[in-house]
Protein backbone atom coordinates (compact mmCIF):
# COMPACT_ATOMS: atom_id res chain seq x y z
CA UNK A 1 0.00 0.00 0.00
CA UNK A 2 1.33 3.31 -0.59
CA UNK A 3 2.75 5.48 1.89
CA UNK A 4 1.32 8.19 1.55
CA UNK A 5 -2.27 6.97 1.85
CA UNK A 6 -2.02 4.41 4.73
CA UNK A 7 -0.33 7.78 6.80
CA UNK A 8 -3.52 9.24 5.94
CA UNK A 9 -5.78 6.64 6.59
CA UNK A 10 -4.47 5.31 9.58
CA UNK A 11 -4.32 8.78 11.17
CA UNK A 12 -5.33 9.07 14.44
CA UNK A 13 -9.12 8.51 15.45
CA UNK A 14 -11.21 11.98 16.58
CA UNK A 15 -10.84 12.23 20.07
CA UNK A 16 -14.54 13.88 21.39
CA UNK A 17 -14.89 17.05 20.95
CA UNK A 18 -12.23 17.93 18.46
CA UNK A 19 -13.13 18.16 14.99
CA UNK A 20 -14.58 15.06 14.71
CA UNK A 21 -17.60 16.49 12.93
CA UNK A 22 -15.07 16.72 10.16
CA UNK A 23 -14.98 13.25 9.82
CA UNK A 24 -18.07 11.18 8.85
CA UNK A 25 -16.97 8.15 7.83
CA UNK A 26 -13.94 6.10 9.68
CA UNK A 27 -12.86 2.56 8.88
CA UNK A 28 -9.86 1.13 10.33
CA UNK A 29 -8.73 -2.46 9.98
CA UNK A 30 -11.88 -3.81 8.47
CA UNK A 31 -12.28 -7.34 7.50
CA UNK A 32 -15.42 -9.68 6.41
CA UNK A 33 -14.80 -13.06 6.10
CA UNK A 34 -16.99 -15.81 5.13
CA UNK A 35 -17.35 -19.13 6.10
CA UNK A 36 -17.79 -21.83 3.26
CA UNK A 37 -17.94 -24.80 5.43
CA UNK A 38 -15.35 -27.94 5.78
CA UNK A 39 -13.06 -25.33 7.60
CA UNK A 40 -12.49 -22.69 4.27
CA UNK A 41 -12.97 -19.53 4.80
CA UNK A 42 -13.14 -16.31 2.26
CA UNK A 43 -12.03 -12.85 3.28
CA UNK A 44 -14.35 -10.43 1.11
CA UNK A 45 -12.29 -7.27 2.75
CA UNK A 46 -9.02 -7.85 3.67
CA UNK A 47 -7.92 -4.55 6.93
CA UNK A 48 -9.43 -1.83 4.87
CA UNK A 49 -8.63 1.46 6.90
CA UNK A 50 -10.50 4.49 5.51
CA UNK A 51 -11.52 7.83 6.26
CA UNK A 52 -14.41 10.02 4.47
CA UNK A 53 -14.69 13.66 5.73
CA UNK A 54 -18.22 15.49 5.95
CA UNK A 55 -19.38 16.94 2.23
CA UNK A 56 -16.40 14.80 0.59
CA UNK A 57 -17.56 12.94 -2.58
CA UNK A 58 -16.29 10.10 -2.86
CA UNK A 59 -16.33 7.25 -5.87
CA UNK A 60 -15.77 3.17 -4.69
CA UNK A 61 -14.37 1.38 -7.53
CA UNK A 62 -13.62 -1.93 -8.15
CA UNK A 63 -14.23 -4.98 -10.47
CA UNK A 64 -16.62 -8.12 -9.95
CA UNK A 65 -15.33 -9.86 -6.67
CA UNK A 66 -13.04 -7.26 -5.45
CA UNK A 67 -15.27 -6.63 -2.26
CA UNK A 68 -16.44 -2.94 -2.89
CA UNK A 69 -20.11 -4.26 -2.64
CA UNK A 70 -18.93 -6.37 0.23
CA UNK A 71 -17.50 -2.63 1.64
CA UNK A 72 -20.58 -0.72 0.32
CA UNK A 73 -22.81 -3.27 2.75
CA UNK A 74 -20.67 -2.51 5.78
CA UNK A 75 -20.73 1.42 5.48
CA UNK A 76 -24.67 1.06 4.74
CA UNK A 77 -24.76 -1.06 8.18
CA UNK A 78 -26.86 -3.52 6.08
CA UNK A 79 -23.69 -6.10 7.32
CA UNK A 80 -21.33 -6.20 9.89
CA UNK A 81 -17.66 -6.87 9.60
CA UNK A 82 -15.71 -9.77 11.02
CA UNK A 83 -13.16 -8.15 12.78
CA UNK A 84 -12.08 -4.12 12.97
CA UNK A 85 -14.20 -0.98 13.55
CA UNK A 86 -16.28 1.54 11.82
CA UNK A 87 -17.44 4.73 13.53
CA UNK A 88 -19.98 6.81 11.23
CA UNK A 89 -20.81 10.46 12.64
CA UNK A 90 -18.76 9.51 15.25
CA UNK A 91 -21.20 7.27 16.51
CA UNK A 92 -19.61 3.18 16.74
CA UNK A 93 -21.51 1.28 14.45
CA UNK A 94 -19.27 -2.04 14.24
CA UNK A 95 -20.33 -3.52 17.23
CA UNK A 96 -24.31 -2.75 16.97
CA UNK A 97 -26.91 -6.06 16.44
CA UNK A 98 -29.27 -6.12 13.84
CA UNK A 99 -31.94 -3.56 15.20
CA UNK A 100 -30.01 -1.16 16.25
CA UNK A 101 -27.90 -0.90 13.12
CA UNK A 102 -31.65 -0.83 11.16
CA UNK A 103 -32.11 2.51 13.08
CA UNK A 104 -28.98 3.98 11.79
CA UNK A 105 -29.76 3.34 8.47
CA UNK A 106 -32.83 5.04 9.10
CA UNK A 107 -31.48 7.93 10.31
CA UNK A 108 -28.20 8.52 9.11
CA UNK A 109 -28.17 6.91 5.73
CA UNK A 110 -29.93 7.43 2.68
CA UNK A 111 -29.81 4.83 0.08
CA UNK A 112 -29.97 5.38 -3.76
CA UNK A 113 -30.09 2.10 -5.84
CA UNK A 114 -29.54 0.85 -9.39
CA UNK A 115 -33.47 -0.56 -9.48
CA UNK A 116 -34.50 2.83 -7.38
CA UNK A 117 -36.74 0.17 -5.38
CA UNK A 118 -39.89 1.91 -5.44
CA UNK A 119 -43.27 1.00 -4.61
CA UNK A 120 -45.23 0.45 -8.14
CA UNK A 121 -48.77 1.49 -6.82
CA UNK A 122 -47.35 4.13 -4.65
CA UNK A 123 -47.46 8.63 -5.97
CA UNK A 124 -43.91 9.52 -5.47
CA UNK A 125 -45.14 11.54 -2.65
CA UNK A 126 -45.63 8.33 -0.54
CA UNK A 127 -42.85 6.78 -2.37
CA UNK A 128 -40.65 9.58 -0.64
CA UNK A 129 -42.81 9.76 2.91
CA UNK A 130 -42.13 5.98 3.48
CA UNK A 131 -39.04 6.66 5.93
CA UNK A 132 -41.06 8.73 8.21
CA UNK A 133 -43.86 6.87 8.38
CA UNK A 134 -41.17 4.26 9.49
CA UNK A 135 -40.12 6.68 12.35
CA UNK A 136 -43.02 7.58 13.35
CA UNK A 137 -42.73 11.41 11.92
CA UNK A 138 -46.45 12.78 12.20
CA UNK A 139 -48.76 12.70 8.68
CA UNK A 140 -48.74 16.73 8.54
CA UNK A 141 -44.71 17.07 8.95
CA UNK A 142 -44.16 13.56 7.08
CA UNK A 143 -46.39 15.46 3.60
CA UNK A 144 -44.53 18.85 3.58
CA UNK A 145 -40.67 17.66 4.08
CA UNK A 146 -41.79 14.81 1.08
CA UNK A 147 -42.99 17.83 -0.79
CA UNK A 148 -39.84 19.55 -0.11
CA UNK A 149 -37.65 16.39 -1.35
CA UNK A 150 -39.47 16.27 -4.39
CA UNK A 151 -39.17 20.39 -4.98
CA UNK A 152 -35.47 19.98 -4.19
CA UNK A 153 -35.66 17.34 -6.97
CA UNK A 154 -36.95 19.59 -9.51
CA UNK A 155 -39.97 16.71 -9.13
CA UNK A 156 -42.75 19.22 -7.79
CA UNK A 157 -44.88 18.52 -10.46
CA UNK A 158 -44.96 14.81 -10.96
CA UNK A 159 -45.66 14.38 -7.06
CA UNK A 160 -49.22 12.36 -7.45
CA UNK A 161 -47.72 10.18 -10.20
CA UNK A 162 -47.10 6.28 -10.28
CA UNK A 163 -43.29 5.05 -11.13
CA UNK A 164 -44.81 3.80 -14.15
CA UNK A 165 -45.92 7.14 -15.21
CA UNK A 166 -42.40 8.47 -14.84
CA UNK A 167 -39.47 8.03 -16.71
CA UNK A 168 -36.20 6.57 -15.71
CA UNK A 169 -34.84 9.36 -14.69
CA UNK A 170 -37.60 11.34 -12.89
CA UNK A 171 -38.12 7.33 -10.98
CA UNK A 172 -34.22 8.18 -9.73
CA UNK A 173 -35.27 11.56 -8.51
CA UNK A 174 -37.79 10.21 -6.65
CA UNK A 175 -35.23 7.51 -4.99
CA UNK A 176 -32.62 11.06 -4.46
CA UNK A 177 -35.74 12.87 -2.62
CA UNK A 178 -36.33 9.67 -0.77
CA UNK A 179 -32.69 9.35 0.18
CA UNK A 180 -32.68 13.23 1.77
CA UNK A 181 -36.09 12.69 3.21
CA UNK A 182 -34.62 12.26 6.90
CA UNK A 183 -31.28 14.27 6.18
CA UNK A 184 -28.91 11.73 6.55
CA UNK A 185 -25.03 11.97 7.27
CA UNK A 186 -24.50 10.45 4.06
CA UNK A 187 -25.77 9.62 0.59
CA UNK A 188 -24.91 5.91 -0.58
CA UNK A 189 -25.46 5.68 -4.18
CA UNK A 190 -25.22 2.17 -5.63
CA UNK A 191 -24.77 2.11 -9.53
CA UNK A 192 -27.20 5.31 -9.55
CA UNK A 193 -26.98 5.53 -13.39
CA UNK A 194 -26.59 1.57 -14.34
CA UNK A 195 -30.28 1.35 -15.60
CA UNK A 196 -30.41 4.38 -17.20
CA UNK A 197 -29.44 5.77 -20.55
CA UNK A 198 -26.52 8.19 -21.16
CA UNK A 199 -28.20 11.27 -21.32
CA UNK A 200 -30.25 10.60 -18.50
CA UNK A 201 -27.30 9.62 -16.46
CA UNK A 202 -25.55 12.74 -17.24
CA UNK A 203 -28.62 14.45 -15.50
CA UNK A 204 -28.58 12.46 -12.40
CA UNK A 205 -25.06 12.83 -11.48
CA UNK A 206 -25.50 16.68 -11.81
CA UNK A 207 -27.96 16.61 -9.43
CA UNK A 208 -25.65 14.63 -7.01
CA UNK A 209 -23.30 17.78 -8.36
CA UNK A 210 -26.21 19.67 -6.75
CA UNK A 211 -26.64 17.73 -3.84
CA UNK A 212 -22.84 18.01 -2.70
CA UNK A 213 -22.27 21.11 -3.32
CA UNK A 214 -25.30 21.94 -0.47
CA UNK A 215 -23.11 20.02 2.20
CA UNK A 216 -24.52 16.65 1.66
CA UNK A 217 -21.87 13.73 1.69
CA UNK A 218 -21.78 11.52 -0.90
CA UNK A 219 -20.43 7.88 -1.51
CA UNK A 220 -20.89 6.72 -4.96
CA UNK A 221 -20.04 3.04 -5.70
CA UNK A 222 -19.97 2.02 -9.17
CA UNK A 223 -17.68 0.35 -11.69
CA UNK A 224 -17.88 2.84 -14.58
CA UNK A 225 -14.57 5.21 -14.55
CA UNK A 226 -16.51 7.86 -16.62
CA UNK A 227 -19.29 8.16 -13.52
CA UNK A 228 -16.29 7.97 -11.13
CA UNK A 229 -14.84 10.51 -12.08
CA UNK A 230 -18.00 12.72 -11.37
CA UNK A 231 -16.71 12.42 -7.52
CA UNK A 232 -14.01 14.30 -6.13
CA UNK A 233 -11.96 11.57 -4.59
CA UNK A 234 -11.56 7.98 -6.43
CA UNK A 235 -10.99 4.65 -4.11
CA UNK A 236 -9.66 1.69 -5.96
CA UNK A 237 -10.68 -2.17 -4.22
CA UNK A 238 -9.00 -4.74 -5.26
CA UNK A 239 -8.87 -8.51 -3.64
CA UNK A 240 -10.57 -6.95 -0.58
CA UNK A 241 -7.75 -4.43 -0.23
CA UNK A 242 -7.76 -0.55 -1.19
CA UNK A 243 -5.43 -0.40 -4.44
CA UNK A 244 -5.61 3.41 -4.64
CA UNK A 245 -7.06 6.80 -3.29
CA UNK A 246 -6.36 9.55 -5.03
CA UNK A 247 -8.13 12.75 -6.59
CA UNK A 248 -10.35 12.06 -9.36
CA UNK A 249 -9.28 13.69 -12.90
CA UNK A 250 -11.66 16.58 -12.75
CA UNK A 251 -9.78 17.97 -9.16
CA UNK A 252 -6.60 17.13 -10.60
CA UNK A 253 -7.83 19.43 -13.67
Known amino acids: MDEKMTAATLAPLPEAGKESRRDMIVVEDLWKTYDMGSEQQVS?????????????????????????????????????????SYWLN??????????????????????VFQTFNLLARASA????????????????????????????????????????????GQRQRVAVARALINRPSIILADEPTGNLDSKTGIEIMALFDELQAQGNTIVLVTHEPDIAEYAHRVVHIRDGEIASDEPSKRVRG
Open 44 to 84: ALRGISLRIRQNEYVAIMGPSGSGKSTFMNLIGCLDSPSKG
Open 90 to 111: DQLVSDLDDDQLARIRNKEIGF
Open 125 to 168: LHNVELPLIYNGTPAAERLERAKEALRAVNLDTRMHHKPNELSG
